[in-house]
């Protein structure tokens, strides 16, 4: 959802150094995400648009 828009969001934390090692180094209970401030608009709203999660 997050592709579609113009947020410029990358992946940060624990699954953001999985993503760059191509390896999974441990269970990651959260998602860290970075984004432009000038660009938190686009993000907050494709956010808000989305199911919440059960």
């Known amino acids: 959802m997050l592709r579609d828009t113009d947020a410029d969001v990358r ?21 860290g995400l970075m984004h432009r401030e000038d660009r938190e608009p686009a993000g907050a709203a494709a956010l ?3 199911a919440p999660l059960p």
């Open 11 to 31: 992946t940060g934390g624990g699954r953001g150094i999985d993503a760059l090692t191509g390896e999974r180094t441990r269970l990651h209970r959260d998602l």
């Open 48 to 50: 808000a648009d989305a």
